[in-house]
């Protein structure tokens, strides 16, 4: 079983940065896939980025070149730095584990707030 839970949220102006961080508790965290979704009030949660345990990342164009994904794997953290936020990136942000092989396994933190507004 893997806890995840996401820190660094928070209340910024647009334009501003924000650092989101997901601790994962558990051992073999480098074999888990992790990605980033948020979900703003009346909508769907939707994925914003993506990186597997080999540090390949992927990203929503909708934050392509303003989100960074990177995780530490001795210290079991991943890592959603936000640069030049808008208003239209307020969400709930959630971090997702998901393991595809040795068993299954999929689990969800918390999640944090984000609000981007002046």
């Known amino acids: 079983q893997v806890q995840l839970v996401e820190s660094g949220g928070g209340l910024v102006q647009p334009g501003g940065s924000l650092r989101l961080s997901c601790a994962a508790s558990?051992?073999?965290?480098?074999?888990?896939?992790v990605g980033w979704y948020r979900q703003a009030v009346g909508k769907e949660r939707e994925l914003v980025a993506r990186?597997?345990?080999?540090?390949?990342?992927t990203y929503a164009d909708s934050v392509k070149g303003r989100f960074t994904i990177s995780r530490d794997n001795a210290k079991n953290t991943v890592t959603l730095q936000m640069n030049s936020l808008k208003p239209e990136d307020t969400a709930v942000y959630f971090c997702?584990?998901?393991?595809?092989?040795?068993?299954?396994?999929?689990?969800w933190g918390q999640g944090t707030q984000v609000t981007v507004s002046s």
């Open positions: 997702n584990a998901v393991r595809y092989y040795s068993g299954p396994g999929n689990y």
């Open positions: 990186i597997s345990g080999g540090g390949t990342t």
């Open positions: 558990g051992s073999a965290f480098s074999i888990y896939a």
